[in-house]
């Protein structure tokens, strides 16, 4: 009798494994350099003008307040989920990479009305 031998990886699993970190990846750069650069500066010019943000729009301040320790929590959340993916719960660092994916886009989405209200009141000077 032969003992069992764990199957290999499928190629087409590695393949999504790598467009899922490519896409985790440019959307935290993305939300990181909107979060740190293009958000403080139009927040600034929307106060220099005395707008009144939207309500998504000061949701994206405050997250962009705190957004170090967001992505602290981050990298640590993923970190631990791939150190767990490789001890023996598969699939553990997909979700992790995902949800983290997932909160890039959401706040990317939140900063676009940064961008509407800036359009408005750009407007509204014109």
């Known amino acids: ?39 403080p500066m139009y927040r600034r010019l929307l106060v220099s003008l005395n707008a009144t943000p939207s309500t998504p729009t ?30 023996g719960n598969p699939g553990l660092f997909n979700v992790a990479l995902t949800i983290a994916t997932l909160a890039a886009a959401i706040y990317l989405c939140l900063v676009s009305w940064l961008y509407l209200d800036v359009a408005r009141v750009m407007k509204a000077v014109e």
């Open 1 to 39: 009798m032969t003992s069992p031998v764990a199957p290999a990886t499928p190629r087409g699993t590695r393949l999504s494994n790598v467009l899922l970190v490519g896409t985790t990846a440019l959307l935290i750069f993305a939300s990181l350099t909107h979060m740190f650069f293009v958000a």
């Open 58 to 87: 000061r949701l994206a301040y405050g997250i962009s307040q705190f957004g170090a320790l967001f992505f602290v929590l981050g990298f640590a959340g993923v970190a631990w989920a791939f150190w767990k993916d490789r001890r």
